[in-house]
């Protein structure tokens, strides 16, 4: 087949990004670059060039950072004008099918007007502009995918029920440990070290556990850090800063659990999956990507804010199997099992495509500027 895939133009596709859209491209395009498949990668400028990038200009996600100033209007601007001519491309050279990866409002606003079909994939929870590109989009046939329950949930009144593609990593970067650790259990939590992710409550469930927390992940708030966090680093926690990518894995499989505190908003799940496929045990609270991604034989889930019940979900995690921890990964959150998934949803789109719109809208001829 021939793919063209849309990446969001914040960063560039070239895994160092921190954003997880960034990774969620970057392994789709890989795998499916894999399978034998012509993918072109529509990026921004410095993208890799092993996955066939067509860069359209330099990324705008810095000056989109600083809100409030004329660097975000014309990071914008920017992102606006580049879009619009990777729309262009997509005319003048169609593909079999076009996967939507971007949070950006005009590729939904003029689907209608490609010459191929479109899948999009639905990252986070509604906003704007791109919740209204939804509401008002011209082929209300356009398909669409979610990557967690929360997130199908949340565009449930735009699009009724959607068909779920849960994140995949490529899990032979990680490492097993399908034994339990030798020196005295303790837990980890993987994140930046900011409010809103839930370390807090991450440390307070450890302290009632009687475990220790070992806290992976760069300082994203000083204030936060030296005010809140540090001086509750007792009973053996400690905080280990951002560890080289080879180190991280290893750090990961010998704790006895992982604590994944991640955010409601938060679709992917990438410290979960990366945990399970270490062969550790997973707890965290029933949102997001979790309920997802954890069954009863690799994790335990409380909810969403009860300290107490994390706690408790965390001694019981210390019992699971650790080759029941890694089965599932490799059951259910790989990069393979993602492509495929998408692979199936094209192959509808394009079915669909093929059939007379039942909205009646008429598709644009290719070659048009938009």
Same mark, same amino acid.
């Given at each position: #087949?021939?793919?063209?895939?849309?990446?969001?133009?914040?960063?560039?596709?070239?895994?160092?990004?921190?954003?997880?859209?960034?990774?969620?491209?970057?392994?789709?395009?890989? $795998?499916?670059?894999?399978?034998?498949?012509?993918?072109?990668?529509?990026?921004?400028?410095?993208? %890799?060039?092993?996955?066939?990038?067509?860069?359209?200009?330099?990324?705008?996600?810095?000056?989109?950072?600083?809100?409030?100033?004329?660097?975000?209007?014309?990071?914008?601007?920017?992102?606006?004008?580049?879009?619009?001519? +990777?729309?262009?491309?997509?005319?003048?050279?169609?593909?079999?099918?076009?996967?939507?990866?971007?949070?950006?409002?005009?590729?939904? +606003?003029?689907?209608?007007?490609?010459?191929? !079909?479109?899948?999009?994939?639905?990252?986070?929870?509604? %906003?704007?502009?791109?919740?209204?590109? =939804?509401?008002?989009?011209?082929?209300?046939?356009?398909?669409?995918?979610?990557?967690?329950?929360?997130?199908?949930?949340?565009?449930?009144?735009?699009?009724?029920?959607?068909?779920?593609?849960?994140?995949?990593?490529?899990?032979?970067?990680?490492?097993?440990?399908?034994?339990?650790?030798?020196?005295?259990?303790?837990? =980890?939590?993987?994140?930046?070290?900011?409010?809103?992710?839930?370390?807090? #409550?991450?440390?307070?469930?450890?302290?009632?556990?009687?475990?220790?927390? +070992?806290?992976?992940?760069?300082?994203?708030?000083?204030?936060?850090?030296?005010?809140?966090?540090?001086?509750?680093?007792?009973?053996?926690?400690?905080? =280990?800063?951002?560890?080289?990518? %080879?180190? #991280? !894995?290893?750090?990961?499989?010998?704790?006895?659990?992982?604590?994944?505190? %991640?955010?409601?908003?938060?679709?992917?799940? $990438?410290?979960?999956?990366?945990?399970?496929?270490?062969?550790?045990?997973?707890?965290?609270?029933?949102?997001?990507?979790?309920?997802?991604?954890?069954?009863?034989?690799?994790?335990?889930?409380?909810?969403?804010?009860?300290?107490?019940?994390?706690?408790?979900?965390?001694?019981?995690?210390?019992?699971?199997?650790?080759?029941?921890?890694?089965?599932?990964?490799?059951?259910?959150?790989?990069?393979?099992? #993602?492509?495929?998934?998408?692979?199936?949803?094209?192959?509808?789109?394009?079915?669909?495509?093929?059939? !007379?719109?039942?909205?009646?809208?008429?598709?644009?001829?290719?070659?048009?500027?938009?």
């Amino acid at each position: #087949m021939r793919i063209d895939v849309l990446a969001q133009l914040d960063h560039p596709i070239d895994g160092s990004s921190a954003d997880g859209r960034e990774r969620h491209t970057r392994t789709l395009v890989q $795998e499916l670059l894999r399978l034998g498949h012509r993918v072109r990668l529509f990026a921004a400028d410095g993208t %890799d060039p092993g996955l066939n990038p067509v860069c359209l200009g330099p990324a705008t996600g810095r000056g989109r950072q600083r809100s409030g100033t004329r660097a975000a209007q014309a990071a914008a601007a920017a992102q606006f004008d580049l879009q619009r001519r +990777m729309l262009t491309a997509l005319a003048d050279d169609p593909a079999d099918i076009i996967h939507n990866d971007t949070a950006h409002e005009l590729p939904v +606003m003029l689907a209608h007007r490609l010459p191929a !079909p479109m899948v999009t994939t639905l990252h986070a929870l509604p %906003d704007e502009p791109l919740g209204t590109a =939804v509401l008002e989009r011209t082929r209300r046939d356009l398909p669409f995918t979610a990557l967690s329950p929360a997130v199908a949930e949340a565009w449930r009144p735009f699009l009724g029920e959607l068909p779920l593609v849960p994140n995949g990593l490529p899990l032979d970067r990680f490492r097993a440990c399908l034994r339990q650790p030798d020196l005295t259990p303790h837990a =980890v939590w993987r994140g930046r070290v900011a409010p809103g992710q839930g370390l807090m #409550m991450a440390l307070q469930a450890c302290l009632i556990a009687g475990i220790p927390l +070992m806290v992976i992940g760069p300082i994203g708030d000083e204030d936060f850090w030296r005010g809140r966090v540090r001086p509750r680093l007792s009973n053996g926690s400690r905080y =280990v800063g951002v560890l080289p990518p %080879d180190s #991280m !894995p290893l750090a990961v499989a010998e704790a006895a659990v992982a604590v994944c505190t %991640d955010p409601a908003s938060d679709p992917y799940g $990438e410290a979960a999956i990366e945990a399970l496929a270490c062969g550790t045990p997973v707890t965290g609270f029933a949102q997001g990507a979790l309920p997802t991604l954890v069954d009863r034989l690799s994790g335990r889930l409380a909810p969403a804010g009860g300290v107490a019940a994390l706690a408790r979900c965390i001694l019981a995690a210390l019992q699971l199997r650790r080759a029941d921890c890694r089965r599932r990964a490799e059951q259910f959150c790989t990069a393979p099992r #993602m492509a495929q998934d998408y692979l199936a949803a094209y192959h509808r789109a394009i079915a669909h495509h093929r059939s !007379p719109p039942a909205d009646g809208t008429t598709l644009r001829a290719p070659g048009l500027n938009f």
